[in-house]
């Protein structure tokens, strides 16, 4: 089975400071990875995805993650905080495309001025 | 905005009540899939529909069913409702075939008293 895990559940930092926020995944198949963001009382919205290929990879709004198969994590970066990055973010992974999802349990990014 | 709509945007049910949940897929989306976000939690996979049929179910009881018409919309129905089904159900339409994203509604946030 598959599990996700994002380690911290809230993460603090002050804009214009480095984001990173950790994810780490369980597959015994080569996974399919995801990091989605959630504003409030909203959906969710695809930051970036991992499929095959180029293991660093570059999403929306400056995101980036770096699919490390001998860590089995897919950190998820950006260089410089926004006031408008405060959300929760969400990493998942499946073994099949964007298919039944398995989510970690979010990480709640607040950014300071 | 993703094109998938989800209706109603907010539901107050009481235990032992039935509901029913509404999702209209984006368009050329052949399959959708719900999931279940708790409160402070991340979405859990409730069940897939492909073809209008269910095409994989998670941890989820019977009471949790869903339909699919030929347009792909689809909707979840819930019976015998229990507390713990207040929450936040996202549905998430996609391509099945190819490694394409699954782009979620902004959900119907359930609460059962």
Known sequence: ?113 | ETGVTQSPTHLIKTRGQQVTLRCSSQSGHNTVSWYQQALGQGPQFIFQYYREEENGRGNFPPRFSGLQFPNYSSELNVNALELDDSALYLCASSIIEGNTEAFFGQGTRLTVV
């Open chain 1, 1 to 113: 089975a598959q599990s996700v895990t994002q380690l911290g559940s809230h993460v603090s930092v002050s804009e214009g400071a480095l984001v990173l926020l950790r994810c780490n995944y369980s597959s015994s198949v080569p996974p399919y990875l995801f990091w989605y963001v959630q504003y409030p009382n909203q959906g969710l919205q695809l930051l970036l995805k991992y499929t095959t290929g180029a293991t660093l990879v570059k999403g929306i709004n400056g995101f980036e993650a770096e699919f490390k198969k001998s860590e089995t994590s897919f950190h998820l970066t950006k260089p410089s905080a926004h006031m408008s990055d405060a959300a929760e973010y969400f990493c998942a992974v499946s073994d099949w495309g964007a298919q039944k999802l398995v989510f970690g349990q979010g990480t709640r990014l607040t950014i300071n001025p």
